[in-house]
């Protein structure tokens, strides 16, 4: 391959993983990623993440007090909005063919609640994900410092993909943020901003079949000369 196609392939190869193997995944594969990932560009180089790597007892015991908020129907308190207060289209369309594209692949049917929170509660298990990784940024930052903060998150994602590896990005991850401060001493000047489950592809997951499109660089290209 040329360098254009493995760089197209890094990139095209990433999607969201929702059903990953137990295989562990060594410390030293972890740290290359970060360590790549942080040559994120930053608006006056302030690198203003701060990543939580969670593994073994302490993943297993997150994803039990996580799961059991859902579970109990507690309800979800993102610190902040990650979504239009009010959808609307071209918006809504494509947020409900992914949602439903997703659900007709594990073959939920439309309305059937209990299936739907059992999905949505997958997260909370990290998919299966042996690696989870938390992000929380200081509250005092301002919205440069989280348009900062994605691209530092695609670079993970990105290069998990160069060793082998499959992720999830998951705002679903800030949706008990107490339960995750409290777990990962995370102080309240900090918001939990989202999670990445990271590790090996459960290549039979049905979930994992589903690829959502794009639309075309007709709809969101314009070209001035
Ligand atoms: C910041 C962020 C948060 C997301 N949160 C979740 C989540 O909580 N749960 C989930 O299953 N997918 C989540 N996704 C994945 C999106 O649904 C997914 O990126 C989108 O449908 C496009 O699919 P692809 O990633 O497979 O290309 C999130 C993606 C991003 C970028």
Known sequence: MNEFDIVVDAITSRRSVRGFLPEPVGIDLINKILATASYAPSGSNIQPWHVHVVMGEKRDELSRQLLDAHNRKRPESREYDYYPVNWRSPYIERRRETG???????GIQKGDRQASAQQHGRNYSFFGAPVVLIFSIDNDLQQGS???????????????????????PQAALANYPDIVKSQLGID?????????????????????????????????VTFHS
Not at 148 to 156: A, T
């Open 146 to 168: 989280w348009l900062d903060y994605g691209m530092f998150l695609q670079n993970i994602m990105v290069a998990a993909r160069g060793c082998g590896l499959h992720t999830c």
């Open 100 to 106: 439903w594209g997703l659900y007709e692949t594990l």
């Open 188 to 220: 309240d000047g900090r918001t939990v901003i989202c999670g990445i489950s990271m590790g090996y592809e459960d290549t039979d997951c049905l979930a994992n079949r589903f690829r959502p499109p794009r639309i075309g660089l007709d709809e969101f």
